[in-house]
């Protein structure tokens, strides 16, 4: 009896804990609704040639998986949708999982770097810029054994790639539709 109430108890704890907010529901949650543009973008996006990167590039490139995109495009006719998820997602951003890096304020924008992990394996990277009269992006660099030196790294692999602009099409043609 004792092991069944145990049993209980942690199937409703762990239930709880789903019903908490978190950014990949978010992600899943808000790609369905028409004034979202969700995107999942492959590391091969680089188009790297791998013969001319050093090991430590190479190291770095195999720890990055995915990047995560999430725009919200703001018109004016979703101003009350807006206000509404920029909240939602600036409280979930709040949780203590997420460590700043960097934040960046200006008059009617802002962005913002995260890490979820330490300073000895980053599990997961986010940017967050808004911009009051355009809408709000997040991004979510996903990896496996990303260490903070990989993400310098991975800036000078960025000047060796040829991005395949085709897969970034999706983006640029939310972002300039009118």
Same mark, same amino acid.
């Given at each position: 009896m004792k092991?069944? @109430? =145990?049993i209980a108890l942690v199937v409703v704890m762990m239930s709880c804990k789903d019903d908490e907010p978190s950014l990949q529901k978010y992600f899943v949650k808000s790609g369905e609704k028409k004034e979202f543009m969700s995107m999942? @973008?492959?590391s091969s996006i680089l188009n790297v040639n791998e013969s001319k990167l050093s090991a430590s590039e190479k190291k770095a490139l195999a720890s990055f998986d995915k990047v995560n995109v999430l725009a919200f495009k703001k018109d004016d006719k979703n101003n009350a949708q807006y206000s509404k998820e920029i909240k939602e997602v600036k409280e979930i951003l709040k949780d203590t999982t997420f460590q700043p890096l960097i934040k960046l304020n200006g008059v =009617?924008?802002?962005?913002s770097i995260m890490l979820v992990g330490d300073n000895k394996e980053i599990d997961e990277l986010v940017l967050f810029g808004n911009q009051k009269d355009l809408g709000?992006?997040?991004i979510r660099v996903l990896g496996d054994n990303m260490k903070p030196e990989d993400a310098m790294q991975f800036f000078s692999i960025l000047q060796k790639s040829n991005i395949d602009m085709e897969q970034l099409k999706p983006i640029l043609n939310f972002v300039n539709k009118k």
């Open positions: 092991k069944l @109430i =145990g999942d @973008i492959s =009617g924008h802002n962005a709000f992006t997040v």
